[in-house]
């Protein structure tokens, strides 16, 4: 059984691991949910303290109605949140019950799996970091049941350990083939991504609350990417009087394997690295295409995502011009569909410039004119607009609009023009960072229009003229609207980066990030091969295992001499008992190994009885630490040190 003195700081440990858990799932369950977490975690550190157990029935009884409000409050929608919630829920009823050194362990293991879970949500440098210091504190509490001397000395010892395996497993990381796994949960429902398949002109405005990576860029020195950054990820080929939606047409023909995609002319060359995401669109500037393996391209040039959404993704991009477009008379009634009866006063304005520019050019041009010239204006508030008529509101009443009404607008007028035209949502720019970096992030969402003329699609963007240095960078850095921009955004160090201190800090921290997803998120079996072959050239098929088992051989040799080197006991005292018989051995004392300490140490005595005070604290500990399992606390331990250093200076 375990010893009282040893209950509470062990509750009070594991307790404290729960509680950060359950911290790590703020954005991904309901508060309510949380609440409960943190109560019982709570209620565990005042079991710790009193060393009380709840009353079985009670347990029961609390345990139904948390499982209760787990389906309630979570679902079953989302399994994978549900399976992690369950896990932490059942891991935290099981410290409540448990009493005995065997149960605690149990506890310990399934922290590892709760641990091991919060991968799955975030995958962060910090995150990261602050996981692994809770997988060390729960090593220094399985070592602490194990021999419950200082809990100091437990933590000190699972510090070394995993710092000993940290060089082992990047090793194997880095050598060890990467085979894609046997099996795996489904992504879990990651808001990371704001776009939808709906472009409501409201939708898009709120994705300025929020501060999120969505996606890094890296431009190779010999690439000269040019603003504006149009990264395209939907086409909205449909308008219901409302929203854009992507028909069910548009979304069979893009991924037909029948239609492949063209390979773009006079292309530049990019990397990507995409964060995690709750759908499988990418990005990519104009026409893009991939060679990855893990990213599909359609035949409309954008990029979509194959495998699991839960991970960063890292891919190569081509982008470029495609002209020759000719659209079938099928397409072009696709692309010109509008629904009856609505938004008269818009159609009349669209006919009567259809009237006087009677090409499709001519009239991309003065819709131009007519937005820079109408004194429309660009906000992050626009104002709510209901009713079957929202465009003739928008372009008669209010003219105050963020990108989504002036897309929804242009292209509504081109369609009754019946000029083809499609809205496409994606980002627009990005922040410039060290070397050739651009982060996009969410506030950055962006829609625009596509027009067909001239066998061509053009992009036609009313930001050009009624707000035109938004094409250049970030939304973040607009001047005009920096205001209204830090009041959208949440709390975060990107709503304070005006301070120095607060933006350099940023900055770096996303500079270790970086780094931290470019170097290890990403490492797939492409980047692998890349690396083995950078290291050994053609050779690397043969010369790596041959590498691995090498180094593995002298791992195991290592460890083989330094544990026959080593004592393996992990016995409180040890240290400082085979001190003592070498203090004795050096005065011609000898001792005997089949005897215990304290018939050693009477011998000592009866040959020095001069020191047998000093002799009998040291046996008195002895006593308390190894037959009474009290806790070879600093106390002892300095005791014990003190002892023999006086017995060493002593005649």
Partial sequence: ??????????????????????GF?????????????????CLNLLIGKFYKKLNGKVANILAAACLIALFVVVGVSDTVKLFVSMMLLASTFKLLQARTTKQYQTVCLLVFFNLSTLYLFHQGLLETLLVSSLYIVNFAVLGYLDSPNSFKTANKQSVKTIFFALPIAAFLILFLPRLPAFWQLPGPKLAKTGLSEQVNPFSIAKLAESDELVFRVEEPNNTALQPPYYWRSLIHDEFNGNEWLISDILKSQQFNLTRKPVAPQNYVQ???????????????????????????????????????????????????????????????????????????????LSLSLAEKNTNEEAYFNALLRYFNEQAFSYTLTPTAMTGENT?????????????GHYASTAAFMFRV????????????????????????????????????????????????????ERLNGSLSQLSELNESFNENLGFGLKRWSHFKAINWLRNHLEELDYKWTNWVLTFDQQSQQ?????????????????????????????????????????EPLINEIEQL?????????????????????????????????????????????????LAFTQKRKTTARVLLNSLKTAK
């Fill in 581 to 629: 018989y070498r203090w004795a051995n050096k005065r011609g004392i000898e001792t005997d190994v089949t005897l215990t300490p304290l018939q050693n140490i009477a011998n000592i005595k009866k040959q020095k009885p001069h020191l047998s005070s000093e002799l009998a604290k040291f046996e008195q500990i002895i006593i308390e630490v190894r037959y009474q399992q």
């Fill in 391 to 403: 465009i003739d509101q928008f372009v008669f009443d209010n003219k105050r609009g963020f990108c």
């Fill in 25 to 41: 799932l703020f954005t991904e369950v309901p508060a309510l949910f949380l609440a409960i977490l943190i109560s019982l975690s």
């Fill in 1 to 22: 059984m375990l010893k009282m003195h040893n209950a509470g700081l062990i509750n009070s440990a594991l307790s404290f691991i729960f509680i950060i858990m359950s």
């Fill in 270 to 348: 990019y990397q990507v690295i995409a964060e995690p995401s709750s759908a499988n669109w990418l990005y990519g500037l104009g026409y893009a295409t991939s060679d990855n393996t893990a990213v599909f391209s359609t035949y409309n040039g954008l990029l979509k995502r194959k495998g699991n959404l839960n991970k960063n993704i890292k891919y190569t991009v081509k982008s470029g011009s495609l002209n020759n477009v000719v659209l079938s008379d099928f397409e072009k009634r696709l692309y010109t569909r509008l629904p009856g009866n609505v938004n008269p006063k818009t159609r009349t």
């Fill in 417 to 468: 023009a019946k000029i083809p035209a499609r809205v496409v949502s994606g980002y627009l720019g990005g922040e410039q960072k060290q070397g050739s970096t651009l982060n996009v992030y969410q506030y950055d969402a962006h829609a625009w229009v596509e027009v067909h003329f001239n066998n061509a699609w053009h992009v036609f963007d009313a930001t050009a003229v009624v707000a035109p």
């Fill in 530 to 570: 890349n690396f083995l072959k950078s290291l050994f050239g053609n050779k690397a098929n043969w010369i790596t295992p041959l590498v691995v088992l090498v180094t593995l051989a002298f791992v195991f040799l290592g460890y083989f001499f330094y544990s026959k080197r080593t004592p393996l006991s992990n």
